[in-house]
């Protein structure tokens, strides 16, 4: 194929720059950490997902050096050929441990956990019931299950209540799914009347608390422990690459449903089996957080910290529930020349636009870490008041 029948996407990319939201990555020259160096340039970080620090922690990066020596740097095949490594099994068995659940069943990713699970569980003359505002990776997995879908309004239990009172007779099995922390607004799913209205309707919970595992909850067992809701759940999906600090994703269920995955879930039948170093990392920053409460705390305070420092200074930071901390700016070019001049202060916060959220409510999403000091996010505050007033939103 000839550079000529590409030309369509050098239109689609000129696009991206008239509307002012075309982007080249910066590079990391080093760890993932509070401070960076993007560039050649050191940063404060507010852009990872590494909320408790664990991603350069030294035991974490001991466990998974040691890993490499004893088993080699990857699995070798996927788990139902040769790649099922014992490491996998411990970290199952200490993932569901730490959950209190019956069962983990480990993926690669968050997102094959979504593609994965609801295609395999979800079938036809089965419904799905999901949330306006899900992650990407659910909707795609929504996409590729056989049954039929219908979406509710964000959080709003009336709409809810509304499809299974209008739908639930038509159907075999009826599916709910909601993210628990959603990533955008850093808002709660009201996980408690979404379980009591489920079980009124003879309906299945599937919640993804990517963003609330190693945040929310007793140190770290995430949302579903912030409910106190263990048991209640279907399906509980985590990711081992946000507070975990490393890579995959998880689902904790009961026994027969991880039977179940090992047979049918094409993530796991198709893509080589998580490498030991992760595995090994993973296993050692579980034992940290059963351990102890303190990177949960210190990531906490953090966020309260900054959090106040930016509403005190006038700028929107929605609704968020948790340490997620978007900083409202509406148009999408104004987003990205607010997330520039950012980066030219010494702060990395990436902007947010369409179509990751609607058209018009473009933020700068700050992501707060146990890792930061109170002088990097002193620092980080600074820079957002000056950029703040030279552009106007504040």
Known sequence: MSKENLKFIDARINQLKE?????????????????????????????????????????????????????????GSVRTIVGNQDLLEKLEALLAEFKEEEAVMLFQ????????????????????????????????????????????????????????????????NVLIITDAVFSMDGDLAPLDDIVSIAKSYNALTYVDDAHGSGVLGKSGR??????????????????????????????ATKHNVKEWLLHRARP??????????????????????MESESHTKKLWDNAKYFKEGLKDLGFDIGHSQTPITPVMIGEASKTMEFSKALLEEGVFVSGIVFPTVPKGTGRCRAMISASHTKENLDEAIEAFEKVGKSLGVI
């Open 19 to 75: 509307d002012g939201v075309y982007r080249k990555l910066p590079v990391n020259e080093g760890p993932c950490d509070n401070l960076i160096t993007l560039n050649n340039k050191k940063v404060i970080n507010l852009s990872s997902n590494n909320y408790l620090g664990l991603a350069n922690h030294p035991r974490v990066k001991d466990a998974a050096k040691k890993a490499v020596d004893e088993y080699g740097a990857g699995a």
């Open 268 to 289: 796991l039948l198709f893509s080589t089996a998580l490498p030991p170093a992760a595995t090994a990392a993973t296993i050692e920053s579980v034992k940290m957080l």
């Open 222 to 251: 995430g949302t579903i422990d912030h409910f106190g809701l263990h048991g209640e759940v279907d399906f509980i999906v985590g990711t081992l690459s946000k507070a975990i600090g490393v890579v995959g994703g998880y689902v």
């Open 109 to 172: 990713s968050g997102l094959n956990c979504n593609i994965g699970t609801i295609q395999a569980i979800a079938d036809k003359g089965d419904l799905i019931i999901s949330d306006a505002l899900n992650h990407a990776s659910i909707i795609d997995g929504v996409r590729l299950s056989k049954a039929d879908k219908a979406v509710y309004k964000h959080n709003d239990m009336d709409d809810l209540k509304r499809i299974l009172e209008e739908k639930r007779s038509d159907y075999n």
